[in-house]
């Protein structure tokens, strides 16, 4: 199969997508037009010079300029417009279910209501094509107390969020420091994933699995420096949502020839490609996985195996699971051998 065939196999492939930031899918233009809409001052002057200013130099300076950008959500159709522009894009890279990610600590704190911010988002989904869930994140550079605080905010709203992740600046802040709030959520039914691996050590993956009881690990991508961990993990089956473009726009690896994918799936690792914050790092899902197939030594078989890990990762029903693994075995038998 030539490199262009390949490229569009792994384009027309169904997938899922499992680690995006809803705020992270916030285009310049939709920032400039909400900001038109609701009065808000930006300190960008043109819809380009936003966008030259995603150059980031790690974790942090990408994170100082997200919050800017959230800074235009105000009113529920606000946050209705973001998460559509997002879904018409994830169906048009064949996603065809999502678990969306939430901080809506990044918004109550602006003093936006919390139900404006989850049925906004909520409606969407509903109205969208596309299969998609919410995952409720918390801000592990603020406390925990916040966190908890944030939970009961969220409370009434259970029926509309399936689990909760912890993202925002990692180094510094160890999982372990959100072991009551998890276990808060463990006991409610919730699902748990946890950002660990990405710029903090493997320790924090450790810990992710050992106290906060993660059933997924976002990003992950240094655990192959614990040979150990890596067994274990692989040995569970404990997925890890990696997201090459993110990677390396913020130097994890510094370009895209040096990402540890195919070490990830050739040490047993249930790997998948995700896009993280799309309109900072350069790509949503398809962008994303032609971006490792035409840097990395990936083929036919790797396509499949991570189109299917996508769907093994998601929590889902066990049927509409089983569904979705024989349309991506279907796709691939089709294909001309």
């Known amino acids: 199969m030539t490199n262009n065939q390949l490229r569009t196999v792994v384009q027309a492939m169904p997938k899922a997508e499992l680690h995006i930031h809803i705020e992270g899918s916030l285009e310049p233009e939709l920032i400039f037009a909400l900001a038109e809409r609701n009065g808000v001052q930006l300190t960008y002057p043109s819809v380009e010079a936003l966008r030259q200013a995603y150059a980031f130099k790690d974790l942090q300076s990408f994170l100082d300029i997200y919050y800017a950008g959230a800074s235009v959500l105000l009113k529920e159709q606000d946050f209705y417009d973001m998460t559509a522009a997002y879904l018409k894009k994830a169906a048009a890279d064949n996603v065809r279910h999502t678990e969306i990610f939430f901080d809506p600590q990044t918004h109550t704190a602006r003093g936006v209501p919390m139900e404006t911010v989850v049925n906004g988002i909520y409606k969407a989904c509903q109205d969208s094509p596309v299969s998609a869930t919410l995952i409720l994140c918390f801000l592990r550079h603020l406390s925990e107390e916040d966190a908890l605080e944030t939970l009961e905010q969220a409370l009434p709203f259970r029926d509309k969020f399936i689990g909760v992740g912890l993202d925002s600046s990692e180094v510094g802040h160890p999982p372990e420091k959100f072991a009551r709030v998890f276990a808060r959520c463990r006991d409610l039914g919730l699902h748990l994933v946890a950002h660990a691996g990405e710029e903090g050590p493997p320790a ?49 690896f510094d370009q895209m020839q040096d990402h540890n994918l195919v070490q ?48 093994v990762a998601a929590f889902l029903p066990a049927e509409q699971k089983q569904a979705f693994l024989d349309e991506v075995d279907a796709y691939f038998a089709a294909l001309p051998v």
């Open 204 to 252: 924090y993956i450790q810990s992710a699995l050992d106290v906060l009881k993660v059933e997924r690990i976002d990003h992950g991508v240094r655990i192959l420096e614990d040979r150990a961990l890596t067994e274990r993990v692989a040995r569970e089956g404990i997925a890890l949502t990696v997201c090459p473009l993110s990677n390396t726009k913020l130097r994890v």
């Open 264 to 311: 990830l799936l050739d040490a047993g690792l249930v790997a998948t490609v995700n896009s993280d914050d799309p309109a900072y790092f350069g790509g949503y899902m398809n962008d994303n996985f032609l971006a490792v197939f035409d840097s990395l030594p990936l083929g036919l078989s790797h396509a499949q195996r991570l189109a299917r890990n996508s769907f």
